[in-house]
């Protein structure tokens, strides 16, 4: 990126202003969780609380978050926060819409107050660095690809970051979703044909307010992103057709971690550069569980998905999963259990169990391939 000349770097947007000296451009540290982005937004001088974050999401937020930061509706029905604050970036009168999200904190394991984006960017370059989990904001018009990327076109007519993919040899149409966990997220009718022909398993991929999201999921063979190719990703869809927003494909966050990602949006272009996880396999679940976090912070099961090693070994939903061998759960985020449950090979894993004020029972689970 060209250095730039003047002392003080600023971004200016609507929603007010962003200054850094030369160099030391704004930038936001963040986490993963169920690979989707988190960031730690402070309202109005508050504790910072965690978001959902893409570049060119709306300002939602929580009513109940709302409640508790003092933030009371307007006539529009939208809350107005004076002040916000993700790590170095500082923004002021910032509007939001309010939403329901405490459906979706028990299976993301983490509660989101909202989600944010363009409030932060201000609609300008912005740059994910998932290796580094930084955010950087940029100067577009100074920016060089490094060697290695790949820049491609943001398609026409579409507001979010929307490239030209590959997928098994075909041209795939897909928006870059950080805020979005799981792989290649397809409309039904877009799933290749052998998923109807036994290739595809039925199983839960998330949890949203109405409850599990159960979807078709297979690996494909190959996903093109420029020069890079990525070797058999997960695809999903939904089994209820409806559930696709606008019946388009998106990349979450299990394919955008393994790159940096550019958006520039006055030139129209996403750059991606890829990074040690680009060679990586995906791995994918390999129990049939659907896990929520429970109240006294440990897994339960919220669905077995029939027919797998899950179902074999006689769990049944409302299992509290206490501990795995031997290593209590509440001690584990729930991103760290289901990495235990997409281990690859040859995996038994001794589980300590309890349902209500029962006794503890232990169960042997042993792990095998569902995809």
């Known amino acids: 990126m060209r250095q730039a000349s003047p002392l003080l770097f600023c971004l200016v947007s609507l929603s007010g202003l ?12 963040f986490h993963l969780v169920d690979d989707r982005i988190v960031l730690a937004v402070g309202l109005n001088g508050g504790k910072p609380v965690p978001f959902l974050f893409a570049p060119d999401a709306v300002s939602l937020l929580d009513p109940a978050v709302a409640r508790r930061a003092g933030l009371r509706p307007g006539a529009a029905g939208l809350v107005m926060a004076a002040r916000i604050e993700a790590g170095a970036v500082r923004r002021r009168d910032v509007p939001f819409g309010l939403a329901d999200f405490a459906g979706i904190g028990p299976g993301l394991g983490v509660a ?14 912005v740059q994910i660095d998932y290796a580094a989990r930084r955010i950087r904001l940029l100067d577009g018009a100074g920016f060089q690809p490094p060697a290695g990327a790949d820049c491609l076109p943001w398609l026409a007519g579409h507001g979010l970051p929307t490239v030209r993919a590959t997928l098994d040899g075909r041209t795939l149409i897909a928006r870059l979703a950080p805020d979005q966990g799981g792989a290649v997220h397809l409309p039904a009718a877009a799933m290749p044909g052998q998923a109807q022909s036994g290739a595809a398993r039925t199983l839960v991929t998330g949890f949203s307010g109405a409850g599990p999201i159960w979807s078709r999921v297979m690996r494909g063979e190959t996903l093109g992103l420029g020069r890079t190719r990525l070797t058999a990703p997960v695809l999903q869809a939904p089994t209820d057709a409806e559930a696709a927003p606008g019946g388009v494909a998106s990349l979450g966050g299990a394919i955008l971690k393994r790159f940096t990602l550019t958006f520039l949006p006055t030139r129209r272009l996403v750059c991606l550069q890829p990074n040690a996880l680009a060679a990586q396999p995906e791995r994918a679940d390999r129990s049939g569980l659907g896990l929520v976090l429970g109240a006294d912070g440990a897994p339960v099961v919220a669905v077995v998905a029939p027919a797998t ?9 409302g ?10 759960t509440r001690r584990m985020s729930l991103d ?6 997409r281990a690859p090979g040859k995996v038994r894993l001794r589980l300590s169990i309890a ?13 095998r391939d569902l995809i």
């Open 309 to 317: 090693p899950a179902a074999t070994a006689g769990l049944v939903p």
């Open 336 to 341: 760290a259990v289901r990495a235990l449950l």
């Open 18 to 29: 962003a200054c850094a000296r030369a160099g030391t451009l704004p930038a936001m540290a």
């Open 355 to 367: 349902k209500g004020k029962s006794r503890p029972r232990r169960v042997m689970l042993t792990l």
């Open 319 to 328: 299992d509290h999963i206490l501990a795995i061998n031997g290593r209590a």
């Open 112 to 125: 989101p107050a909202g989600t944010i984006g363009e409030a932060l960017t201000g609609g300008g370059a």
